[in-house]
C-alpha cells in the first residue's frame, strides 16, 4: 500500500485530530498513524505531532525504534512537527533535563515564573492556553494563504529557543516574545496546534500536503534556501 502521509504514533496523545484533519484537507491521499518505522520510511510525507512530558516522549519513541525512522524522515522529506513534535526536534528541553532528536540547534525553556506577568501586573498562568497571533516571521510555502498574526490555538508550558534565529518561522507573545515555529529546507514545524486552529489551522496543513520543497546547496558558511 502506498502511503502518502504517516502520522507517527508514540503513545503519546491522541492523534485521531490530527489524522482527521489531515483526512479533511487531504481527502485523495492516503493517511496512516503508525508506530512502524518501515511506514515512516515509506511515506511521502510525515507529521510528528504528540504531547506530554518531554522524558517520556523521548523513551517511547525509543522503545518504538522511531528514532532512526524521525531523524532520515526531518532530512528527507516534507516534515511536519506539531507542539512537542517541535520541541523533540531540538537539542536539549529543560523539562526532565532530557536530551532531545539534536535535529535543531538549541533547547526548549519552560515559562519562568518570575516572567509571567501581563502588562497590567497581573500573573499569567502556565501552561499557556488558548488562542494567541502567530507573527510569520520568514515568507514560506506553509504561510500561503494566512495573514500574518493569525490566531492559532496554543497548549503548552515550554517554548523553543532556537540558537540560530534564521530557522524562526514565527513568533508568539506570552508576555515575552518567544519562538512558536521553526523551518530548514523540507523541515517544518509549530508550537501550536493546526487541527484544532480552525480554519487557518487547516490551511496550513494543506499548504503542507501540497509543499513541494527543494533543497539547494549553500555557499560553504552560507544557509541553504528553501522554495
Same mark, same amino acid.
Given at each position: 500500500?502506498?502511503?502518502?502521509?504517516?502520522?507517527?504514533?508514540?503513545?503519546?496523545?491522541?492523534?485521531?485530530?490530527?489524522?482527521?484533519?489531515?483526512?479533511?484537507?487531504?481527502? $485523495?491521499?492516503?493517511? &496512516? !498513524?503508525?508506530?512502524?518505522? =518501515?511506514e &515512516? =520510511?515509506?511515506?511521502?510525507? &510525515?507529521?510528528? @505531532?504528540?504531547?506530554?512530558?518531554?522524558? $517520556?516522549?523521548?523513551?517511547?519513541?525509543?522503545?518504538?525504534?522511531?528514532h532512526?525512522?524521525?531523524?532520515?524522515?526531518?532530512?528527507?522529506k @516534507? *516534515?511536519?512537527?506539531?507542539?512537542?513534535?517541535?520541541?523533540?526536534?531540538?537539542?536539549?528541553?529543560?523539562?526532565?533535563?532530557?536530551?532531545?532528536?539534536?535535529?535543531?540547534?538549541? $533547547?526548549?525553556?519552560?515559562?519562568?515564573?518570575?516572567?509571567?506577568?501581563?502588562?497590567?501586573?497581573?500573573?499569567?498562568?502556565? @501552561?499557556?492556553m488558548?488562542?494567541?497571533? !502567530?507573527?510569520?516571521?520568514?515568507?514560506?510555502?506553509?504561510?500561503?494563504?494566512?495573514?500574518?498574526?493569525?490566531? *492559532? #490555538?496554543? !497548549?503548552?508550558?515550554? #517554548?523553543? $529557543?532556537?540558537?540560530d534565529?534564521?530557522? &524562526?518561522?514565527?513568533?508568539?507573545?506570552?508576555? *515575552?516574545? *518567544?519562538?512558536?515555529?521553526?523551518?530548514?529546507?523540507?523541515?517544518? =514545524?509549530?508550537?501550536f496546534?493546526?487541527?484544532?486552529?480552525?480554519?487557518?489551522?487547516?490551511?496550513?496543513?494543506?499548504?503542507?500536503?501540497?509543499?513541494?520543497?527543494?533543497?539547494?546547496?549553500?555557499p560553504?558558511?552560507?544557509?541553504?534556501?528553501? !522554495?
Open positions: 500500500m502506498t502511503i502518502d502521509i504517516a502520522v507517527i504514533d508514540y503513545g503519546m496523545g491522541n492523534l485521531r485530530s490530527v489524522s482527521k484533519a489531515i483526512e479533511h484537507v487531504a481527502p $485523495d491521499c492516503s493517511v &496512516v !498513524v503508525t508506530s512502524d518505522p =518501515a &515512516v =520510511a515509506q511515506a511521502g510525507r &510525515v507529521v510528528f @505531532p504528540g504531547q506530554g512530558a518531554m522524558r $517520556d516522549c523521548i523513551r517511547e519513541m525509543e522503545s518504538r525504534g522511531l532512526n525512522a524521525i531523524v532520515s524522515a526531518a532530512r528527507s @516534507p *516534515f511536519l512537527g506539531i507542539c512537542i513534535g517541535l520541541q523533540m526536534l531540538f537539542t536539549h528541553s529543560e523539562e526532565g533535563d532530557t536530551r532531545c532528536l539534536g535535529l535543531l540547534a538549541g $533547547d526548549v525553556r519552560h515559562f519562568p515564573a518570575s516572567r509571567m506577568v501581563d502588562e497590567r501586573g497581573e500573573k499569567l498562568k502556565v @501552561p499557556h488558548g488562542w494567541n497571533e !502567530v507573527e510569520q516571521g520568514m515568507a514560506h510555502p506553509l504561510w500561503q494563504g494566512i495573514p500574518d498574526r493569525s490566531r *492559532f #490555538y496554543f !497548549v503548552h508550558s515550554y #517554548y523553543p $529557543d532556537p540558537a534565529p534564521a530557522i &524562526v518561522a514565527g513568533w508568539s507573545r506570552y508576555p *515575552f516574545r *518567544f519562538a512558536c515555529a521553526a523551518a530548514r529546507e523540507n523541515l517544518f =514545524a509549530v508550537q496546534h493546526p487541527e484544532k486552529s480552525d480554519a487557518i489551522g487547516l490551511r496550513l496543513l494543506a499548504n503542507f500536503v501540497a509543499w513541494k520543497p527543494q533543497v539547494h546547496a549553500a560553504e558558511g552560507g544557509a541553504s534556501v528553501i !522554495v
